[in-house]
């Protein structure tokens, strides 16, 4: 389901794709030294723009390294990481340990259930760490299971659950000053991840005859501009939220993520459905 909060490289200036690089880099060896090459295999942008926003917001300092990455053919690359990486790579081996067993129980998936497994020590420690985002990320995702096996269709109703999941992963300190918007950006960014991720799922779910949250509303007239307008309000709440914190760090990288890099997944599927649509006439 992640995949979607990334930067639009071509549009970001040098440095500043090389610092989210390292942002991205740093996440990927915090995984690696907290929870092993398991956890490594749990990256995910969605995650790096977490540890970018909460890095910028509360100027918390980072520490620069350079270390051999076996991904890039045992390249030194740079890294930066501090708390608050640490935070987010927890959050990233939660959401993975659920989505696996997620997997697991909806289609039985054996390599799923086998991830779970090596990830369930980590869980049981990060649930002790961070109780309160634990019970958000496990209630919300069995309460969206439950809505999507009874075929809910109310929009809101179903993406919700992963709003308010991503909603509180957000808010890393509860009676901080900008927790409610934090929680309030974090919810919209959620939801349109749930839905951008349904959208690209739609004709693969109707093959194997699974719930798409799109499905009931895919032959309507006006479908395409329906998800656009859709997705489109999903982000304005977010970036309404994003504007009100006081970040100046890293801004350019922020913005760059939250106004373009987001809709890249979606201008590709729509270029390749228009591709199509033209080899058919």
């Known amino acids: ?13 040098i440095k500043d794709y090389k610092k989210y690089r390292s942002y991205y880099c740093g996440l990927c060896h915090m995984l690696s030294k907290k929870h092993g090459p398991k956890g490594q295999i749990t990256l995910s942008y969605e995650m790096t723009f977490l540890a970018v926003l909460l890095t910028a917001l509360y100027e918390e300092p980072l520490k620069h390294e350079k270390h051999r990455c076996l991904v890039h053919g045992m390249q030194s ?3 930066l990481f501090n708390d608050i990486t640490a935070y987010a790579a927890d959050m990233e081996v939660l959401t993975a340990y659920y989505k696996a067993l997620d997997n697991w129980h ?6 799923s259930r086998a991830f779970s497994l090596t990830l369930l020590r980590d869980v049981k420690a990060i649930e002790k760490r961070w109780p309160r985002q634990s019970c958000a990320v496990r209630d ?3 309460i969206l299971t439950a809505l999507e096996k009874a ?7 179903v993406a919700g659950c992963f709003g308010r999941l991503l909603g509180e992963i ?5 009676d901080d000053v900008w927790a409610d918007e934090l929680r309030h950006m974090g919810f919209y960014l959620g939801k349109f991840i749930y839905l951008m991720d349904a959208y690209e799922d739609l004709e693969k779910d109707r093959k194997r005859r699974r719930f798409n949250i799109w499905e009931s509303r895919r032959t309507r007239r006006d479908f395409d501009a329906l998800v656009e307008n859709t997705l489109s309000l999903m982000m304005g709440d977010c970036a309404q939220s994003f504007e009100v914190l006081p970040i100046v760090q890293d801004i350019d990288i922020l913005r760059n993520i939250l106004y373009s890099g987001v809709w890249m997944s979606y201008n590709a599927m729509r270029a390749k459905e228009k591709d199509k649509g033209e080899k058919k006439a």
Do not use: H, S
């Not at 389901?1 to 200036?13: F, H, S, W």
């Open 170 to 174: 957000f808010v890393l300190r509860e």
């Open 106 to 111: 909806d289609d039985k998936d054996v390599k």
């Open 140 to 142: 919300n995702l069995e």
């Open 77 to 79: 690359r740079d890294m």
């Open 151 to 157: 075929g809910e269709q109310d929009l809101d109703t």
């Open 1 to 13: 389901m992640y995949g979607y909060i990334i930067a639009n490289q071509d549009e970001l200036k």
